[in-house]
């Protein structure tokens, strides 16, 4: 066989590096994505250095350096760490729950020193309380008076799920405690490996949820500043269409007010594209939880078109109206740098004639010049002719006058022959 390609084997093993994590129920987990600052200069070598102190803590394994992923024991508990390209997600798993949802205080699972301790920001922070039952729908029934007093009955969500092998409630608030919370029933037929990939999602659902809406904020600022931008432009392709003022003057101001679109389009591009994938994310997670309804709630699916969906098409909406602005910028500047060269050109052909007609009148002005050079040079010529020819007027008896007049007309023409040279020369060489 020909030798493998050096990325062959690793893009492989990608597809294998992060597996689900297997859940027994009963179980409970935590869930926590924590953002770097944007000042910490090495982010990576921060967040592996909190990992560490944990694993430390419980005495275990360290995983390789470099590494962005790992699973494994710490004490009693599972720790699955991840780092992603904007945060990073720790989940504790422990076996076993009490009775009542969300009893055991998180500092038994998460130290306090440790989470004070953490670096950045904390994005996201969930508990899952897991249930084995032996029949949903009648557990689900004596569950609602239980829910009720730990969610808020009126964002409450409810499904049947992974083909209704479990049911999970939750409403994606943030409790007393500072914790998302999600309680998940497992029928007998729910394995740990489909449990593992029902709690995943949750927590991923909630966490990109999180990560996608940190665009709304800017959304909505930008959205304001949009309107004084699109005020101005119109103004200034108004002022285009009526020649209202100079040209060069207003595609200066139009210059600056693209620039000015251009630096929007640059600070908000990063942000509005992650919000467009983690969206994606977001959509695909529920679409594969298959989602039937449960204990007559609504599901996770419509609660996210009322109350998410709309703040995604805000910040749709601002990216669309920025590029579109960007376009009528670029294409209002186009069309004025069109007239201004036009204008340009045309004063540029008003020059060239003037200056044609100078050199014309220069070119007759040194026609007449030499023609009355070539009198004045034929005057002095002939006067000195006749200085000449005055020994030899006395010595044939001939007038001096007579002299004069027979040389006259070849000095004159020698002398016109001579200016006439000249000048065929001077143009011949560009002079």
């Not at 910490?40 to 394994?61: K, N």
């Not at 990560?211 to 309107?227: D, G, K, T, W």
């Not at 004069?404 to 002398?415: K, Q, R, Y």
């Amino acid at each position: 066989m020909p030798p493998d390609h050096p990325l062959r084997y690793p893009m492989t093993n990608e597809l294998h590096a992060r597996p689900f994590a297997e859940v027994l129920a009963p179980c409970q987990a935590l869930h926590f994505a924590f953002k770097p600052d944007e000042d910490d200069p090495d982010p990576a070598r921060t967040q592996r250095a909190h990992l560490d102190a944990l694993l430390e803590r419980f005495g275990a394994p360290r995983p390789a350096q470099g590494a962005d992923h790992y699973y494994g024991d710490v004490g009693r508990m599972r720790l699955k760490w991840e780092r992603h390209t904007e945060f990073v997600t720790y989940t504790l798993f422990e076996d076993g729950a009490p009775a009542a949802p969300f009893a055991t205080p998180v500092e038994r699972m998460a130290p306090a020193d440790w989470m004070a301790a953490a670096p950045g920001s904390l994005m996201a922070a969930i508990r899952v309380h897991v249930e084995a039952v032996e029949g949903l729908e009648a557990a689900e029934s004596a569950l609602l008076g239980r829910l009720n007093r730990h969610f808020v009955a009126e964002s409450l969500t409810g499904a049947h799920v992974g083909g209704d092998q479990a049911s999970v409630f939750g409403d994606f608030r943030i409790h007393e405690d500072g914790f998302t919370r999600f309680v998940v029933l497992a029928g007998p037929t729910a394995g740990p490996r489909r449990l593992g990939r029902v709690v995943q999602r949750l927590m991923e659902i909630e966490t990109y949820r999180i990560l996608s809406m940190l665009a709304l904020p800017m959304a909505r600022r930008v959205s304001r500043e949009l309107n004084g931008v699109e005020e101005a432009l119109s103004a200034l392709i108004t002022g285009i269409a009526a020649d209202a003022q100079d040209d060069r003057e207003t595609l200066g101001q139009l210059t600056r007010l693209s620039a000015r679109i251009e630096a929007l389009e640059a600070e908000t591009a990063y942000r509005f594209a992650a919000s467009r994938a983690y969206a994606a994310l977001v959509d695909q997670r529920i679409e594969v939880l298959r989602e039937r309804r449960a204990a007559d709630r609504q599901l996770m699916a419509e609660f996210m078109a009322r109350r998410y969906k709309p703040a995604m098409r805000t910040c749709v909406a601002t990216e669309r109206r920025l590029l579109d602005l960007a376009g009528r910028a670029a294409r209002a500047a186009a069309l004025l740098s069109t007239r201004v060269n036009v204008a340009v050109e045309t004063q540029n052909q008003a020059l060239l004639a003037s200056m044609n007609r100078r050199a014309e009148l220069q070119l007759h002005l040194q026609r007449t010049v030499e023609g009355l050079s070539v009198v004045a040079i034929s005057y002095y010529a002939v006067s000195l002719a006749g200085y000449l020819l005055a020994p030899l007027a006395e010595a044939t008896g001939r007038s001096k006058t007579t002299l004069i007049a027979v040389v006259a007309l070849p000095v004159i023409g020698a002398v016109w022959a001579f200016v006439r040279r000249l000048r065929h020369d001077l143009d011949k060489h560009g002079g």
